[in-house]
């Protein structure tokens, strides 16, 4: 089993920054497909980005490419993801993700484990 928790979430004005951790626990992380993924009120769950097991390969949703970045310590069994020039429609919970059987970065919402999110809130 394994079990994913996010932290880094909070309140910032348009045009700043976060920095979102996921911490993983259970299973052998650097053998997982890890992703981000973000729900805004109303709205379904969105494809944020993914990085592959070894940390070189990664996939970015369009709205967001340029901005953020997704990486990965495999040593400590974590994630993150920087978020520049924050907008107010990034503003959504954000979600941890990883599955052991992809192959590499994926946008599809089919992983296996997922986080219980953190609230990200950008004001303009």
């Known amino acids: 089993q394994v079990q994913l928790v996010e932290s880094g979430g909070g309140l910032v004005q348009a045009g700043g920054s976060l920095r979102l951790s996921c911490a993983a626990v259970?299973?052998?992380?650097?053998?997982?497909?890890m992703g981000w993924f973000r729900q805004a009120p109303g709205k379904e769950r969105a494809f944020v980005a993914a990085?592959?097991?070894?940390?070189?390969?990664?996939y970015y949703a369009d709205s967001v490419k340029g901005r953020f970045t997704i990486s990965r310590d495999n040593a400590k069994n974590m994630m993150f993801l920087q978020m520049n020039s924050l907008k107010s429609e990034d503003t959504a919970v954000y979600y941890c993700?990883?599955?052991?059987?992809?192959?590499?970065?994926?946008?599809?919402?089919?992983?296996?484990?997922w986080g219980r999110g953190t609230q990200v809130t950008v004001s303009s």
């Open positions: 993700a990883s599955d052991p059987s992809y192959s590499g970065p994926s946008s599809r919402s089919e992983y296996r484990y």
């Open positions: 990085i592959g097991e070894n940390g070189i390969n990664t």
């Open positions: 259970g299973g052998t992380f650097r053998r997982f497909v």
